[in-house]
């Protein structure tokens, strides 16, 4: 059975939550709640008689320009194997879902479409295209629409656009028409290099939401592109908001081993402490965070009742100097300074898909995505590298081991 609580959030800070129905989990799980909720466990078990609040008590944060009322908390979908789960989070109160159509070969969208059967009025969907076409563009939505079980997204992405060029005008063209036919009601772009690309979507004026990799290992270098996003009245969403913390997707209470020469464990609290970093910034209206169990659910939950306390960020401050060498922090200072033409900050990524995330295959598809060329360097043929990270990062090192891995 689904527990559901609804959370009271505002700019003013935590409020009261309700307490739902805890019956059916074990007394640890109780006293992990608990202390998430500021609730004695005995509180929460007595609870049980409590009817749930409707999710109506829930509060949102408008995504720009689209008016869109989210949770502050959105399910990422890369990694369902469970669509009970998806049910689970709609039924707490969560309104906002995200996938690709990439994500798991498709299986990502059919589970959530899957575990929103009977729910798609009450949610924002969101799906994306890796397509770099009009006519592949299309046709991918199509197959989306098809595996998700709605005739319509709320937000349709262009899926990882680093760079203006991606953003071609065929693949605009394509999120216009679809908006005309009904088939999305926004238009999104997602990007690892926001300060790459702001410009070029602010001038174009097409699109109403951006998404884009914003943690606490970044500090302020994505404020001037968020500002720039902003004044334009774009909705900005966040993700990769937990991956420096490490332990893999979704918390759930630091399960993490660490992965990698240099890749600490997961710190118990870094995951949820990384949440609350984001989702302290007013302008993210809310942070996508891939989930793949009911721990990690409802931790990622606690994250929109609390707000960041002083300890956490000195855990945060910890963690930002024990992943320093490993953990690329996508300034991308470095992009097109390789003489082999690595694109560095992209393989740094991939790595960290297996190395943080424990996502292995995510990391290795995206290397099999590079060309042949750039596949066949091998950085340990090098004296020396030719890039110095300002962040930190042993960059040499940690391609090696990339090339060793996905190659
Ligand atoms: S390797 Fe260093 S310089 Fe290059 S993108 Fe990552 S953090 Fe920036
Ligand atoms: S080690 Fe050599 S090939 Fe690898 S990124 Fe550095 S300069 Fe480029």
């Known amino acids: 059975m689904a527990a559901s609580v609804a959370p009271v959030y ?14 059916h989990m074990d007394s640890s799980r109780r006293d992990f709640l608990a202390a998430g909720l500021k609730l004695p466990a005995a509180g929460l078990a007595a609870s049980a008689l409590v009817a749930a609040p409707a999710p109506a008590e829930l509060t949102y944060r408008t995504l720009g320009k689209t008016g869109l009322k989210v949770t502050p908390l ?23 879902f995200d996938t690709a159509r990439i994500y798991a070969q498709g299986n990502s969208e059919r ?10 009025d009450k949610v924002v969907l969101m799906s994306k295209t890796e397509a770099n076409d009009r006519a592949g563009a299309l046709a991918e939505l199509d197959t989306t629409l098809k595996g998700l079980g709605t005739d319509h997204l709320d937000v349709w992405f262009l899926h990882a656009r680093d760079n203006p060029a991606a953003i071609s005008a065929g ?4 999120q216009e028409t679809a908006k005309k036919q009904g088939k999305t009601r926004f238009l999104g772009v997602s990007t690892h290099d926001p300060a790459a690309v702001a410009d070029h979507i602010v001038g174009l004026g097409k699109h109403d939401v951006v998404l884009f990799t914003y943690n606490f290992s970044m500090g302020a270098g994505r404020d001037a592109a968020i500002a720039k996003l902003r004044a334009a009245g774009i909705g900005l969403a966040a993700m990769k908001v937990t991956t420096p913390s490490g332990g893999g997707f979704g918390g759930g209470g630091g399960r993490g081993a660490g992965r990698g020469p240099g890749v600490p464990a997961q710190k118990p609290g870094a995951h949820l402490a990384a949440l609350k970093w984001a989702l302290k910034n007013p302008a993210i209206a809310t942070a996508t965070v891939t989930m793949t169990d009911t721990d990690a659910l ?4 606690r994250a929109i009742t609390e707000r960041l306390n002083p ?19 996508m300034c991308y200072q470095c992009d097109g300074n390789c003489p082999k ?21 995510m990391g290795r598809r995206n290397f099999e995505g590079l060309p042949q060329a750039v596949r066949q360097v091998r950085c340990g043929d090098c004296g020396s590298c030719a890039i110095q990270c300002p962040n930190g990062v ?3 090192e940690r391609l090696v081991r990339a090339q060793e891995m996905f190659a």
């Open 394 to 396: 042993r960059v040499q």
């Open 111 to 120: 589970l959530l479409g899957v575990g929103l059967k009977g729910k798609r």
């Open 10 to 23: 505002n700019d003013s800070g935590p409020k009261i939550v309700f307490p739902g129905d805890f019956t």
């Open 298 to 301: 409802d931790e990622n939950f």
């Open 171 to 174: 693949c605009v063209d394509a």
């Open 74 to 96: 959105t399910f990422g979908g890369g990694s369902i194997t469970d669509p009970s789960l998806v049910t689970r989070a709609a039924d707490m109160g969560i309104n906002c």
């Open 341 to 361: 033409g690595v694109p560095v900050p992209s393989v740094l990524r991939y790595l960290a898909y297996a190395d943080f995330n424990g996502d292995f295959p």
């Open 311 to 329: 300890e956490e960020e000195k855990l945060l401050a910890v963690v930002n100097e024990d992943i320093r060498p490993a953990y690329c922090r």
